[in-house]
């Protein structure tokens, strides 16, 4: 069975400094990978994915994440914090079975 | 291109009414999902819709069901309405509704049973 956890649910960091949001997921395949954002009062939009090819996943606004299957991971990093990154981002996984599993979300706080 | 679009946007019920929430894809897309989301609980995936068939189920009760027409717009009915029940209902499109695609969300129905 798969599933998701996303170790912290409040992050927060100064505006300029990194970022770092946590997760881990457990899948009996090799799963996709995703990760949302979700700002308030909007619906989710997609970050960036992962599918089984280069580990290290680009995504939009300078966020990137990085699978590591020997850990079981998959954490969203940001060189540089700024203001509209305020959110809640969601952890996402999906395997070939397509059922479709979100973690609790970590709600990242930027500090000015 | 139009988003996805749900409406309404709110709703305040009363315990034991029924309520239709309402789901239009982005045009071309045939794979809608519908999740419930609460502080407590996160999102939790309710059922998915392709070409007017249920494809996929989570584990809500029966109260909770839905249907989709051959436009591809959904609509989810929850019936006999828990204090519970109280959330944001989310839908997301996409084309095929496989696990590799992305999805395209709405902004929700907030609904507030009282």
């Known amino acids: 069975a798969q599933s998701v956890t996303q170790l912290d649910s409040h992050v927060s960091v100064s505006e300029g400094t990194p970022v770092l949001l946590r997760c881990n997921y457990s899948?009996?395949?090799?799963?996709?990978l995703f990760w949302y954002v979700q700002h308030p009062n909007k619906g989710l939009q997609l970050l960036l994915k992962?599918?089984?090819?280069?580990?290290l996943v680009k995504g939009i606004n300078g966020f990137e994440a990085e699978f590591k299957k020997s850990e079981t991971s998959f954490h969203l990093t940001k060189p540089s914090a700024h203001m509209s990154d305020a959110a809640e981002y969601f952890c996402?996984?999906?395997?070939?079975?397509?059922?479709?599993?979100f973690g609790k979300g970590t709600r990242l706080h930027i500090l000015p | 291109k139009a988003g996805v679009t749900q409406t309404p946007r709110y709703l305040i019920k009363t315990r034991g009414q029924q309520v239709t929430l309402s789901c239009s894809p982005i045009?071309?897309?045939?794979?809608v999902s519908w999740y419930q989301q609460t502080p407590g609980q996160g999102l939790q995936f309710l059922f998915e819709?392709?070409?007017?068939?249920?494809?996929n189920k989570g584990n809500f009760p029966g109260r909770f069901s839905g249907r989709q027409f051959s436009n591809s717009r959904s609509e989810m009915n929850v019936s006999t309405l828990e204090l519970g029940d109280s959330a944001l209902y989310l839908c997301?499109?996409?084309?095929?509704?496989?696990?590799?695609?992305?999805?395209?969300f709405g902004s929700g129905t907030q609904l507030s049973v009282l």
């Open positions: 899948s009996s395949y090799s799963p996709s």
């Open positions: 992962y599918t089984s090819a280069a580990t």
């Open positions: 819709y392709f070409s007017e068939t249920q494809r």
């Open positions: 996402v996984v999906s395997d070939r079975d397509d059922k479709i599993i």
């Open positions: 997301a499109s996409s084309f095929t509704g496989t696990s590799a695609e992305k999805l395209f």
């Open positions: 045009s071309g897309h045939r794979s």
